[in-house]
DNA sequence: ACCTGAACACCGTTCAAGT
DNA sequence: ACCTGAACACCGTTCAAGT
């Protein structure tokens, strides 16, 4: 006689998307998880193959989450989109340090097909590139110049790696300044 | 009657940095490092305070290599060297990917003192920067564009999050030109 | 079909006891 | 002064038993 779910997929990422935001890759604890779901840690088993494959699921959700903030940046011309979006990725990290932390982790479990989800999370801004006039031969690489710095950038920045004083945030905007430079 | 030391902080360092070299940070294990110097797990916290305080002792030892890789990049001029850094950065990551995952964690306990290390680590790279001929005004936006950048690339390197195809090398290459026009 | 308690191997850490 | 065994709380995971 099958038992009611108690809980499901869905709503165990809901919980270690909050536990992710708060207190970081650690604090998704199975038993963390499991505890919140109102369900006890073993059960987690049921919907997730492991500790593994639930955080794929999150880091997706997060992804989902940067895709939309990125495409509510708005502007006037493409170029002003595309600056928009660079600091509405930065805005998006600095609100929620710990949340940013499930990105780009090195032992990155989903292989080709996240790969793609993290391609789809920054495509607006490779769309605004294109629309802003980055010509076609010049995409790919002004992509893989732009997409490290923002990375990189805000790993440092959550890091507290940039302590030579002076102000960050026209740093940010004057580096966007030389790699955007043919736009 | 004091029992001679069967180990040295100097000596658990060396066998963490062969740890993180071949496993990562997760292979870096109280228990693994006591094994392999031949003392049991407790014993660890004679010499460290916790297993927080030996990672980032491992951390510095990197760092100081890294820095050793950079300073035996060579070049005719300064603006060849600067590029030649750059190269052997990435190079020094790719050789041994797993070690390079022990520096810049979300969770720095090192504070202000770990900045300076980081901070001498990268110097080279900035002294030629300087040499090259980059304005006074500009050297700390650049610094804060290029710094990032090679962080930025190398962790998605590693993490295998270019899947575009192309030439990797030359997107790399080219990024740099874009980075360093001004110099 | 899903949930549970019990168990396992592992983890970092503490502490009293040994020399 | 340093090392050790025992213990603790926690971790991910497995599995047989329950409904």
């Not at 989109?81 to 032992?107: D, E, K, Q, S, T």
């Amino acid at each position: 006689m099958p038992t009611p779910p108690k809980t499901s997929p869905a709503r165990l990422v809901e919980i270690g998307l909050r536990l992710v935001t708060e207190g970081g890759v650690e604090a998704v604890t199975v038993a963390a998880v499991a505890k919140q779901a109102g369900v006890k840690g073993p059960s987690i088993y049921k919907h997730f193959t492991d500790r593994e494959a639930l955080l794929t699921a999150i880091e997706i959700a997060v992804l989902d989450q940067l895709q939309a903030a990125l495409q509510r940046a708005g502007g006037e011309t493409a170029r002003e989109r595309l600056f928009a979006m660079a600091h509405a990725y930065r805005a998006f990290v600095i609100a929620a340090p710990w949340r940013y932390g499930i990105l780009y982790r090195a032992n990155a479990s989903g292989g080709a097909a996240l790969a793609e989800i993290y391609r789809a999370a920054i495509r607006p801004i490779f769309a605004a590139m294109s629309e802003a006039g980055v010509a076609e031969a010049r995409l790919l690489v002004v992509a893989r110049t732009l997409a490290p710095f923002l990375h990189g950038f805000l790993t440092m920045e959550i890091a507290q790696a940039f302590r030579l004083g002076g102000d960050l945030d026209a740093s940010f905007s004057a580096a966007l300044e030389i790699i955007l430079r043919e736009v």
